[in-house]
């Protein structure tokens, strides 16, 4: 077993360190949605798009897909950091929907952990740019609990917004600690179109953590970060990254990669 884990930072008096206000990215014309089908495959396929499929991408993570998932960065007129890269394609409304009704390829860790677990999440993930955008949830990441049997802390897509969910206790700040704060959230403009970093440290159980922070993978500039200690953590969880969405405005792609998923304690 590994040793003690790795101490979990402070809880932010509030999130505004991952709200300030950055200097605005150089302006480039929009590029619009992807292709779908994309109009070259660049490496295999590990899904077609033809059926919702699921299996074994290496040991400790697995994949599922109602979409194409190719084992290549595949994104015309985007370089992707990433050096163990795989791209996600999903198709227009009607296209690459599963038995629910959605759209959604995901990578996520396995095995799910047990209470008292301390386990860290590490990956990377570049965003098709200009996507459009509705109210519906369109999730890029998901710490996952069966025990809760839902999401606990996302991050979506929504209303031109890249922007933290959460089903635990309210961030809380100000002078006296009692105020409550909004979740962090940043414009798509700010997210997508570059390769970003997702590093996560979650402790599962009556007295958790999650440590969750976004940086830009070339720059390290910090674009969000939410943290939560001394909360319940809902066990049987495993962390989801991809494209997992209920309205479809438009196809959409992203490449994904450079999983490490361990536990630490």
Not at 28 to 43: E, M, N, Q, S, W
Not at 107 to 127: C, D, R, V
Not at 251 to 258: K, L
């Amino acid at each position: 077993m590994a040793g003690p884990p790795p101490p979990v930072s402070p809880r932010p008096v509030a999130a505004e360190s991952s709200r300030e206000v950055q200097a605005p990215r150089p302006h480039r014309p929009p590029v619009g949605p992807p292709a779908y089908p994309p109009t070259a495959l660049l490496g295999p396929l590990i899904a077609d798009g033809k059926a919702a499929q699921s299996g074994v991408l290496v040991q400790g993570v697995k994949w599922q897909a109602s979409g194409i998932l190719e084992d290549a960065a595949n994104m015309p007129g985007q370089v992707a950091y990433i050096e163990r890269p795989l791209t996600i394609h999903l198709g227009g409304p009607t296209q690459c929907i599963d038995d629910k009704g959605r759209q959604r390829t995901e990578i996520l860790s396995w095995p799910p952990s047990a209470p008292g677990e301390t386990w860290s999440y590490t990956w990377k993930f570049h965003l098709h740019p200009d996507l459009p955008t509705s109210s519906k949830f369109f999730h890029l990441m998901q710490l996952f609990s069966r025990e809760q049997k839902g999401w606990v802390v996302a991050l979506g897509l929504v209303q031109n917004k890249v922007r933290i969910s959460s089903q635990l206790p309210p961030l809380l700040g100000g002078s006296d600690g009692t105020t409550p704060v909004p979740l962090p959230e940043i414009g798509a403009d700010r997210y997508w179109g570059r390769t970003t970093r997702h590093y996560m440290l979650v402790t599962y159980g009556p007295n958790g953590a999650v440590d969750y922070s976004i940086s830009d993978a070339v720059t390290n500039e910090l674009l969000l970060r939410y943290c939560m200690q001394n909360v319940p953590v809902p066990a049987a969880g495993t962390i989801k990254t991809g494209l997992y969405r209920q309205h479809v405005c438009s196809p959409a792609s992203a490449v994904v990669g450079d999983f490490d998923f361990r536990r630490t304690g």
